[in-house]
């Protein structure tokens, strides 16, 4: 038997090593990010918003258990037996249960770090995450080791943003980086001015916020009134494509378009969705008409 899940709440199922797949689909919006074999027979699934699942029959049923709260999104999990394991997900958070999902129950990660591995050795549950950073699990509690040290922006600090401004090139990481080409591409496109002149007042105020510390830090002053220039260093930077129609409206949608003898890909908002099964499916009845 061979499973798979992914987006749409979606469960493949082969047992013919992926000739032929059974799809099962639990109906919800959400990704299913980890399964994990126990034996033959026991399994277990986490996804996105909380889902947990797991089979006792080799995956011929699967039985939700309870949600892990706050719509937590997993990145890992690794259970011992089919009552007992952990699972890690968005903004360092790691959970724990000894009933099979019935209950879970929040144990400290006191980096604050997001660990996208979990796993077993020697008798004992370590995580991992960026930058060579490895957790132990230690009296219900995920502690740093000498194996890997926290990156330093993770070093009990925030990041203070984003903000957003027009890149003066496609790979533009830094203010001082310049292209002609790509910002003439981007000046000439209707679209932009439209975007600009509904939007004057924001744009103005992120490129401020962009170009200067002190600015950024009043702003934030609002939420944190105790925040100074001095608590304050420079962090890292993104390049983040966005489609802009003509009128100066954003696209935020999957947008699939047809021409004679291809099917174009025009946008896919986010990395993940580019190997969805929904966008798939999309493209997919886009191309049989």
Excluded: C
């Amino acid at each position: 038997m061979v499973i798979r899940v992914g987006s749409n709440s979606t469960i493949l199922a082969s047992r013919d090593r992926g000739a032929t797949w059974q799809e099962t689909s639990l109906g919800e919006d959400a990704m299913l990010t980890t399964i994990q074999f126990l034996d033959g027979e026991h399994a277990v699934i986490s996804g996105e918003f909380g889902l947990f699942l797991t089979t006792a029959d080799g995956g011929a049923h699967w039985v939700p258990g309870s949600r892990i709260s706050d719509d937590f999104y997993p990145y890992a999990a690794l259970f011992s037996d089919p009552s007992t394991g952990s699972v890690s997900g968005l903004g360092g958070v790691i959970v724990h249960t000894v009933d099979g999902g019935r209950t879970w129950t929040r144990e400290p990660n006191r980096t604050g770090a997001p660990m996208y591995g979990v796993v077993g050795h020697g008798g004992e549950t370590w995580a991992l995450g960026v930058n060579g950073l490895v957790l132990k699990r230690t009296q219900r509690e995920w502690m740093p080791t000498a194996h890997g040290l926290p990156a330093p922006w993770l070093r009990a600090g925030r990041s203070l943003g984003p903000t957003a401004m027009l890149a003066g090139a496609r790979d533009a990481y830094s203010l001082s980086k310049f292209r002609a080409r790509d910002l003439l591409d981007t000046v000439e496109w209707p679209g932009t001015w439209r975007l600009i002149r509904r939007h004057t007042g924001t744009a103005l105020r992120e490129i401020r916020h962009s170009v200067s510390a002190r600015s950024l830090v009043k702003e934030a002053q609002r939420l944190v009134p105790g925040l100074t220039l001095e608590d304050v260093e420079p962090g890292p930077a993104g390049v983040r494509a966005q489609a802009l129609a003509r009128d100066g409206t954003l696209i935020d949608d999957f947008l699939v378009e047809r021409t004679e003898y291809a099917v174009h890909v025009r946008n896919a908002p986010s990395p993940a969705a580019t190997s969805s099964l929904a966008l798939a499916r999309l493209i997919a009845d886009e191309f049989a008409g």
